[in-house]
Nanobody, 130 residues
């Protein structure tokens, strides 16, 4: 049974940093697409970042590119999202999600856009104060 547990959210001032973690159990990191999504109150869910097992290809939404970094630690069965230069617009509940597949960069982008992950973790709240 695949389970994802996101953590690391909290309250931070604008300009600050947070590192989200997603612990994955019941899954072997062979072929995978793992992503971070977020949903702010009154807004639709947004794909933030993702990483594919195919050459470590990554995806970043325009709104976070250059500020966020996604990474995988296979030894720890964990995925991370390092978030720097946070702004109040980054306030949302953040979710990690996973599909067992090896996606090309183009397919990874499509996977994020339709939130096609098979497994989802519970969210972790990120609040950025101005």
């Amino acid at each position: 049974d695949v389970q994802l547990q996101a953590s690391g959210g909290g309250l931070v001032q604008a300009g600050g940093s947070l590192r989200l973690s997603c612990a994955v159990s019941g899954f072997t990191f062979g072929n995978y697409a793992i992503g971070w999504f977020r949903q702010a109150p009154g807004k639709e869910r947004e794909g933030v970042s993702a990483i594919s097992s195919r050459e470590g290809s990554t995806y970043y939404a325009d709104s976070v590119r250059g500020r966020f970094t996604v990474s995988v630690d296979r030894a720890k069965n964990a995925v991370y999202l390092q978030m720097n230069s946070l702004t109040p617009e980054d306030t949302a509940v953040y979710y990690c999600a996973l599909t067992e597949a090896e996606l090309s960069p183009w397919l990874l982008r499509q996977w994020v856009s339709v939130a096609a992950a098979r497994y989802w973790g519970q969210g972790t709240q990120v609040t950025v104060s101005s």
